[in-house]
């Protein structure tokens, strides 16, 4: 297997978050594009990436090829890319070979981890609330909710997303509507609330900085599902459970 | 015999051990964990619960204690480091209250308890996955009891040793007595069920009586639904379907509106697993425990091949081997293996339920 993609950062910043909720993964690589699909050790996040093939320069698999990888060996060397250098990923026996082109050629070999594949099947959610943003603004949201809150409550109006953050004594309330630009849709079906770690949405502010846009969706007391579109096709998305009483 | 050091930001803490000194170091465990602030699953009227407490090192519980809110609960769990946490399933006017008159009842949760330790439901030494699977599907059985026929709502608990907790809220259910409770066990236990009435088998020459269906009240809707769509019974069938139908919880849990129940996110000493909120499907895992990293262990008993946790293994009498931390300490609180020491990190479980494996549709 060898695939190369013309921007190295990309994947710095999608490995980047990955690396913050698992240890180690699957990749799938089959004629639709790399993929990987699983759950933290805990199972209460669900990480679900999807590259298109035509995203890439080069895509090079026979029938579906699949490599395990420690997210923490790789997101050491992914570090190490820069903006305008070229990724190429290939597998040589047991061993994954990372190479960035640009500023001449640095190739890292990591192992290749042996592991199962569990085939997820996607969450059963029926989401009400859908929302999306530029990237900047969920940063800023929340980064604001984890100054004060460990816990993070989504909640919606007919025009409005509130991010809040209900801490102990500190409160933040964050309002975010399309009127006031810093929403670029939201579609409310029913105003519902939810409340969620803030921590597994520290994790994906890595994705966020690289990601085009964010798409948001929820519903009353279920899980979130929030996905970062990125260049060329791609998707990375968290499905986040809730705090139910 | 500890070194304690914590990253990323208070999800996780490494802890060192260096010889085991039994609950001394579980306890030393429990409190890391309780340190990291982990998530607990609690009921939204918390100021009308008592809660009680057992501390390590007492067989006594400490009980009628309350709280006015979360951070005043985990400022004492905190601090206390219980061995085991529970809350009551009933509200009071006055939970601290010492006594039951002064109490003053308000209603009761339903509970139920179901306990994989009685004979017949697991063979081995242990509690292995595959018997925590088979008594998930019995969970799940009781779960449609309070949905189907008592119209209320259910949640599934993993108790964090050897069984299941499910609770039941439906808003008729919550004033009801002792008496009403327990014919709803007896209900579940399937006690005094002559199927014979329920479930007409073909007579000579006479007309085919309809099938159950899942749609059908009580049992019949049960069994429809537990055997598949159009099942042809025989009598025989019959005969053996009522042991396997019902199941074996508590009576006297279910019966008595005063009883405690385990407070999801907590510890279980008995298991050293957490309390573990369940959905629609179970695979039994190391996400069952907040910890980590590997633990040196010689085995006292000799084990069968089996699965735990998801990890499989088989013991030798003696034999010397290093185990990760969760099963070790599973193990170990089965009596089946001693620990020397190894590196063990605790982690925090940071949602509070499966993302998978739950329907989530309205």
Request: glycine share 8%; hydrophobic share 40%; aromatic share 8%.
């Amino acid at each position: 297997m060898k695939l190369k993609f013309r921007n190295a950062k990309t994947w710095t910043y999608i490995v980047g978050s990955i690396k913050e909720i698992l240890d180690e993964g699957v990749f799938i690589a089959n004629d639709e594009g790399l993929s990987l699909r699983a759950l933290d050790t805990s199972r209460v996040v669900m990480v679900d990436l999807f590259y298109p093939r035509e995203a890439f320069d080069e895509f090079t698999v026979s029938g579906e090829e699949s490599f395990g990888a420690s997210f923490d060996a790789l997101g050491k060397v992914l570090a190490r890319g820069l903006k305008d250098e070229a990724l190429g990923i290939e597998t040589q026996g047991s061993s994954l070979v990372i190479s960035f082109e640009g500023h001449g050629v640095r190739q890292f070999k990591i192992p290749q981890i042996s592991l199962t594949v569990e085939r997820l099947p996607e969450p059963k959610i029926s989401f009400t609330v859908f929302a999306k943003l530029p990237n900047a603004v969920f940063i800023d949201a929340v980064r604001a909710v984890e100054e004060v809150a460990d816990s993070i409550t989504l909640s919606a109006e007919e025009n409005k997303l509130h991010f809040i953050g209900p801490g102990d004594v500190e409160k933040v309330l964050i309002e975010l509507s399309v009127e006031h630009q810093n929403l670029l849709d939201l579609k409310v079906d029913s105003p519902d609330k939810a409340t969620y770690s803030v921590e597994y949405f520290d994790d994906m502010l890595k994705a966020a900085r690289g990601a085009d846009q964010v798409t948001l969706q929820y519903a009353q007391d279920a899980p979130a599902r929030v996905q970062f579109d990125f260049e060329g096709g791609g998707r990375l998305t968290f499905y986040v459970s809730p705090r139910v009483e | 015999m500890y070194r304690q050091g914590s990253s990323e930001g208070g999800r996780e803490a490494h802890v060192e051990v260096r010889g085991w000194r039994g609950e001394e170091s579980l306890r030393e465990l429990f409190k890391v964990y309780y340190a990291l602030d982990p998530p607990l699953v609690l009921p939204g009227d918390i100021i009308r619960r008592e809660f009680a407490f057992q501390p390590f090192g007492l067989e006594s519980y400490v009980r009628h204690v309350s709280f006015k809110d979360e951070a005043s609960l985990r400022t004492y769990i905190k601090s206390k480091t219980p061995k085991h946490a529970y809350h009551s399933v009933a509200i009071y006017e006055l939970p601290e209250a010492p006594s039951m008159e002064e109490k003053g009842w308000l209603g009761s949760d339903l509970l139920f308890d179901l306990d994989l330790d009685h004979p017949g439901l697991c063979g081995s030494q242990v509690i292995d996955d595959h018997c925590l699977v088979e008594g998930f599907k019995k969970a799940q059985l009781i779960a449609k009891v309070v949905t189907k026929v008592l119209g209320g709502r259910a949640s599934v608990y993993f108790t964090g040793h050897r069984g299941f907790h499910v609770r039941g809220k439906c808003e008729e259910c919550m004033t009801l007595g002792r008496d009403e409770r327990r014919e709803i066990a007896k209900f579940v236990r399937a006690e005094g069920l002559d199927l014979s009435y329920l479930l007409p088998v073909k007579v000579r020459g006479g007309v085919s009586p309809a099938p159950p269906s899942p749609e059908d009240p009580g049992w019949r809707g049960l069994i429809a639904e537990a055997l598949g769509s159009s099942p042809k019974l025989r009598a025989r069938d019959l005969k053996e379907l009522p042991a396997s139908l019902g199941v074996d919880i508590d009576l006297m849990v279910t019966e008595d509106p005063t009883r405690l129940t385990r407070i999801p996110g907590t510890l279980n000493a008995k298991g050293t697993l957490m309390v573990t909120p369940l959905c629609e499907s179970f695979s039994p895992g190391p996400q069952l425990s907040p910890f980590r990293g590997e633990l040196e262990a010689r085995a006292l008993k000799p084990l069968e091949q089996t699965k735990v946790l998801g990890f499989s293994i088989g013991l030798a009498e003696g034999e010397e081997l290093s185990l990760p931390a969760s099963v070790a300490l599973y193990l170990w609180s089965a009596g089946l293996i001693e620990l020397e020491g190894g590196e063990v990190v605790v982690r925090r479980n940071t949602g509070w339920w499966p993302v998978q494996g739950c329907n989530w549709e309205p």
